[in-house]
């Protein structure tokens, strides 16, 4: 299990500080944040390659904070790859074994079984300039393995990939982390990446974690306003004033179930929200007239922004729903076109 | 043809360029015109006298021995400052290069002077070894390596500068110590440059003069023979041994140019 504890760090302009987070038995845990945001500091810090200003690194309760990195075992594999390219796949893979002085048997059969694992036999004796993106990530992958890391540090390693390759991936790294147990610690700015492989999440701004979470909690509910635009989520709007249950947002009375009475924030989950050409008759949704300003592919959804006309809205406010083909198509969306929306209450989220 | 003619007519291409090729080939012109010039007036005859010369045998022995010394014991020593130099950030690292850079600035007869207060009799290495060390082979490196470290610095301190960094954070991570580090993945990555590095400070400790005559006017380098004769018997005497000085420093360049050329390299057998 690792600790950290108030960990702080001060580079130049950028600084973080009071990073304290634990990852348990053999779970994938992804840091979120944007880019520049000191994400490989951390890992850094985590790795033994940097020293924090403040803060205590801890595994299985001992106080690391200051051991070497090559007497932790915490492999790191990096967006770039790092392979070694004076060195072929093979001697790549074995170079951790080499290093720790391995026995002869272990030298040889670790490699083989790992390159097995990850597909990579038939490319033993190349160069690592000779490999394709994906072929080199899987080797920097098995290299990192070879060594029974007690933890996988990952820096952004798929950001360099290819859609499918990506995808690939992402699905062999769960696999290595649920079928061989090694606790992973994995970093990335992309929100769909975090989602597509992680157990909890974390979501780092400004040097500061803003909140901890599973992937269900966070992205059904996040902490507040800055971390679910970073999360790229849409409708997030400002509220002027909360009365009962109802927040008043630019002019437009949103009814919301028992609304915090500071709520500064709310965010209407786009994919809850219904558009129809006629209006609906349920006295339970929220429901405003609009006019379509732009509609787009999403995959597998489509998402329509409507710009809202209603008399009552004094501002300009506009929404985006995501909705299915089938919906789509039943409502005949055209840019221009009148259409109805509505959503529940509960598709209404406060900060 | 057609294909240059064209490119010569496309807009853009005119007078300006044609005037920095012309100022361009009269700088070449300097660097060139003289080597070409005495290696064409030198008669083959006059060459293979000199070749046969023993003074001039054992002098360019001497040189070539004095400057490799000077080389072989300045890179066990510097090879390490130049990969501190490329990887730490360290209170006094700018105040150090510059350090490095200065025998570039002192002129070379002076430094030679210089020296002489370090190796002389009177000085603490003097009396140290109970004589001068000037007048001895070692004095002779001393002064070639003087003059010619920052080639070698310099070279040493891009070569490790151009392993990225990441490489050796990653093998750390993998369980190696920093000194495997550096021989398994900084030096072989950077040996290149370094071998580049060590080869130009060889060629300048070759072409020393300033510096080596101060500290010893005999046992007599190869560019000291060439002063010499030239002053006591004339340009045609000593045209000959500049021309054979001449022929083994391009060599020794070429060599470099060479190793230094960008290109695949073969792995080494595990």
């Known amino acids: ?351 | 043809m057609a294909d240059t003619s064209r490119r010569f007519r496309r807009p853009g291409v005119g007078w300006f360029e044609l005037a920095l090729a012309l100022l361009g080939s009269l700088v070449l012109l300097l660097a060139v015109a003289p080597l070409i010039s005495i290696t064409l007036s030198t008669p083959l005859g006059d060459l293979r006298d000199a070749a046969a010369d023993r003074e001039v045998v054992n002098s360019i022995g001497l040189t070539l021995g004095a400057a490799f010394l000077a080389t072989v014991f300045s890179a066990a020593a510097g090879i390490p400052l130049a990969y501190l130099l490329a990887r730490r950030r360290f209170a006094g690292r700018a105040l150090l290069l510059a350090v490095i850079d200065l025998p570039i600035v002192v002129p070379h007869s002076a430094a030679g002077i210089a020296l002489l207060t370090v190796i002389g009799r009177q000085s603490l290495i003097g009396r140290l070894f109970g004589h001068s060390l000037a007048g001895t082979v070692a004095g002779i490196s001393l002064a070639m390596a003087f003059v010619s470290l920052p080639l070698l610095l310099n070279g040493a301190r891009e070569a490790f500068s151009a392993v990225p960094p990441r490489l050796e954070k990653a093998a750390r991570t993998l369980g190696a110590s920093p000194a495997r580090v550096f021989f398994t993945i900084s030096l072989p990555l950077a040996w290149r440059g370094i071998l580049s590095g060590m080869i130009l400070m060889w060629a300048r400790g070759i072409s020393e003069f300033g510096a080596v005559v101060i500290i010893a006017y005999h046992p007599m380098v190869t560019p000291v023979l060439v002063f010499r004769r030239f002053n006591d018997f004339g340009l045609v005497a000593a045209r000959s041994v500049a021309v054979l000085l001449i022929l083994i420093c391009i060599a020794l360049f070429i060599v470099l140019r060479v190793l230094s050329r960008p290109g695949t390299e073969e792995p080494p057998s595990a």
């Not at chain 1, 960990?7 to 994938?28: D, H, N, P, Q, W």
């Not at chain 1, 790092?82 to 720790?100: D, I, K, S, W």
């Not at chain 1, 179930?257 to 129809?276: D, F, G, K, L, Y």
């Open chain 1, 1 to 351: 299990m690792l600790e950290l504890h108030g960990i702080a760090k001060r580079l130049g302009s950028f600084g973080m500080s009071g990073v304290s987070l634990t990852l348990g038995e053999s779970e994938y845990f992804v840091l979120l944040g944007p880019s520049g945001v000191g994400k490989t500091v951390l890992v850094e810090i985590i790795a033994g390659l940097m020293r924090p200003d403040a803060g205590r690194v801890l595994w299985e309760g001992r106080d690391i904070t200051f051991d070497h990195p090559e007497k932790r075992r915490f492999a790191l594999v990096y967006q770039d790859h790092a392979l070694f390219p004076h060195l072929t796949v093979a001697q790549n893979v074995a170079y951790g074994l080499r290093a720790t002085g391995a026995a002869r048997e272990t030298m040889i059969s670790r490699p083989s079984a790992i390159a097995e694992m990850l597909g990579i036999e038939s490319i033993m004796g190349r160069l690592p300039a000779t490999l394709s993106g994906g072929e080199q990530q899987r080797v920097t992958l098995a290299r990192a393995l070879a060594i029974k890391p007690r933890l996988l540090l990952l820096d952004e390693p798929l950001s360099a990939l290819d859609t499918g390759n990506r995808a690939r991936l992402q699905k062999e790294l769960r696999r290595i982390n649920k079928e061989l147990g090694i606790p992973v610690f994995h970093v990335t700015h992309d929100p769909e990446e975090a989602m597509a492989v992680g157990d909890r999440l974390g979501v780092m701004l400004d040097g500061r974690i803003r909140q901890i979470a599973s992937v269900e909690e966070m992205f059904r509910r996040p902490s507040d306003p800055d971390v679910a635009r970073f999360l790229g989520m849409m409708n997030v709007l400002p509220v002027a004033a909360v009365n009962g249950d109802t927040c008043l947002v630019r002019g437009v009375e949103i009814r919301v179930n028992a609304p915090p009475r500071c709520a500064s924030h709310v965010w209407i989950r786009p994919e809850e929200i219904m558009v129809s050409s006629q209006p609906l008759h349920d006295g339970d949704r929220n429901q405003l007239k609009g006019r379509i300003t732009e509609w787009r592919h999403r995959n597998p959804l489509m998402s329509v922004c409507v710009s809202l006309t209603d008399p009552r809205v004094p501002e300009h406010l506009e929404l985006t729903c995501l909705i299915t083909h089938a919906s789509f198509r039943k409502v005949g969306i055209k840019v221009g076109s009148s259409v109805h929306i509505a959503f529940r209450k509960s598709a209404v989220h406060c900060f």
